[in-house]
């Protein structure tokens, strides 16, 4: 018969062990978990393979419902074969333990104990299908969290849930997951359950059959080496500084960042809770991101002693093609980003206007608009209005298109060479370095440079890159329209060929060694 566990409500570990022992007792790292969603309301945890993740969240799921009145749950994951046999076949291991004390019936996908009491267990690739789950005591637990699209995180966090816990590998370098590590790790509970943190390893509970093992440790390694991103991830469960196909690496922009606060005086510093209102239009229409954290421009902050003093000034814009991306202009004078804004819902002429004001306030020489879709009719407008601006087709041919699929491809491609060579200076914006960090890259069989587009990162969960595309389109140069390369104007630089045309480095000697900054060499046509 069913029993009143309500006196484990502040005691996860103590229903796990006395009313669900008989299906295994948790080791430090798993009580570890089950007392940070007593004591948070959002948790994040991220673990090497095999630790044990989903073992306590299943029993999470099970301490929840059993001790809490109005008690829902939801679980929920990229995959439906994830919610069903991992964290559910875990519930039910555990059920089967403790079933003549527990209050529900279990099913397939659910757990049902009243009209009131149950937990739910479902995929989507909709994130408005997760809505409706309101309980004034909702644990939602997402598992392989760090796969999980980030329209559905949003949707998740929409629901309000009295706690979250995220179950995850350190696979992925964007999204909620990641984020709750990084620019989000003030908002969450984090804790990193290494291989050698679990059983097998350190003895505890005198190890457990099915976790990870020195053995599959040492086969990883020997398949890996111990410094590969996936073995980084897999056993060490941390983040690596970039995957194997990232076009950027953290660290990169990291040092970047560092210049621009560096390069910032203390009197331009900006709360972001601050109006950034650069044109003092009215904020309404000016619908901005509460995530975009970017400081607006004050040219009162650029001294004289600023080592790009006088140099000229350029603006990057990318224009909104969809409902839910942004428009962004950035405006750089030499290595230093001066502003970088983003506005959602803005229409095209208005974004004109805001155009304008940042030429009239910075005095800049060019702007450099993609004019792919909806962007032809803002250059359109700015060359009616005799602004200098210049059209960029992002998708069209690359100046080197032999060596590139696109135009964004290859501009990118450079920008990376920047960042790498520490020939550019970021305001401090966690959007902007999500964005950079997430840009994946390929080579074709003819070696070709292939940028991914923005239809497969939305397939990934992410936005589009509307601050990182800007940036890139600031950082080209007249008349070549070339990437700036540090040494303006580009083509008066006589260490470069003509061979090589914009920005390509020529190898070192005449042995044609490759260059260890490209990790690709472009060498003489």
């Known amino acids: 018969m069913a029993e009143d566990l309500t006196r484990y409500r502040n005691d996860p570990v103590g229903f796990v062990t006395d009313v669900l022992g008989e299906a295994g007792a948790p080791y430090s790292k798993q009580v570890e978990m089950l007392e940070a969603v007593v004591e948070h309301r959002r948790v994040s945890v991220v673990g090497a393979n095999g630790s044990g993740k989903d073992w306590t969240a299943a029993r999470a799921v099970l301490w929840w419902l059993e001790t809490r009145p109005e008690a829902t749950v939801l679980v929920t994951g990229p995959t439906q074969r994830q919610v069903e046999e991992i964290v559910w076949q875990q519930m039910r291991l555990a059920h089967a333990a403790g079933e003549d004390r527990l209050s529900g019936k279990m099913f397939t996908s659910k757990y049902r104990i009243d009209d009131k009491r149950f937990a739910i267990g479902f995929s989507t690739n909709k994130a408005c299908n997760i809505q409706g789950f309101h309980s004034p005591e909702l644990l939602v637990i997402v598992t392989e969290a760090h796969a999980m699209p980030q329209d559905q995180m949003d949707a998740i966090k929409r629901l309000h849930p009295n706690r979250l816990l995220l179950v995850g590998n350190a696979m992925s370098l964007d999204g909620e997951f990641y984020e709750s590590h990084h620019s989000k790790r003030a908002r969450y509970h984090r804790i990193r359950i290494s291989a050698y943190d679990t059983p097998n390893f350190t003895g ?38 970039a995957q194997e196909d990232s076009l950027v690496v953290r660290d990169a922009v990291e040092a970047a960042m560092e210049r621009g606060e560096a390069l910032l005086d203390c009197h331009s510093e900006r709360s972001a809770a601050e109006p950034r209102n650069l044109s003092g239009a009215d904020p309404a229409v000016d619908e901005r991101s509460p995530r975009d954290v970017s400081t607006s421009l004050n040219m009162t902050a650029l001294s004289v002693d600023d080592p790009d003093a006088g140099m000229p000034v350029y603006v990057g814009v990318d224009v909104a093609r969809f409902g839910f991306d942004k428009s962004a202009i950035c405006v750089r004078r030499g290595q230093r980003v001066l502003s970088l804004r983003s506005f959602q819902g803005m229409d095209t002429m208005r974004l004109v206007h805001e155009i304008l004001q940042t030429v009239e306030q910075t005095g800049a020489e060019a702007i450099f608009v993609d004019e792919g879709g909806i962007g032809g009719g803002v250059v359109d407008r700015l060359k009616e209005l005799g602004a200098p601006v210049y059209g960029k087709h992002f998708g069209g041919k690359a100046p080197h298109r032999t060596r590139f699929y696109n135009m964004r491809s290859e501009f990118f491609w450079e920008l990376r060479l920047l960042l790498n060579d520490g020939l550019v200076a970021l305001p401090r914006d966690e959007e902007l370095a999500g964005q950079l960090v997430s840009l994946r890259y390929d080579v074709s069989s003819s070696g070709q440079v292939r940028l991914q587009g923005k239809k497969e ?69």
């Open 457 to 525: 990162m939305r397939k990934r969960g992410l936005p589009s890159p509307d601050k990182a595309d800007a940036l890139a389109l600031a950082f080209l140069v007249p008349p070549s329209l070339g990437i700036w390369t540090g040494t303006e104007p580009l083509l008066d630089d006589d260490r470069r060929s003509p061979h090589f045309g914009l920005g390509y480095r020529p190898p070192p000697d005449e042995d044609s060694q490759p260059s260890p900054s490209l990790g690709i060499w472009f060498g003489r046509p």
């Open 204 to 241: 505890e509970n005198g190890g457990v059959p099915g976790m990870i093992t020195p053995d599959d440790v040492e086969e990883l390694a020997l398949d890996w080496s111990e410094d590969h991103p996936a073995y980084v991830s897999a056993v060490l469960a941390q983040f690596p500084d």
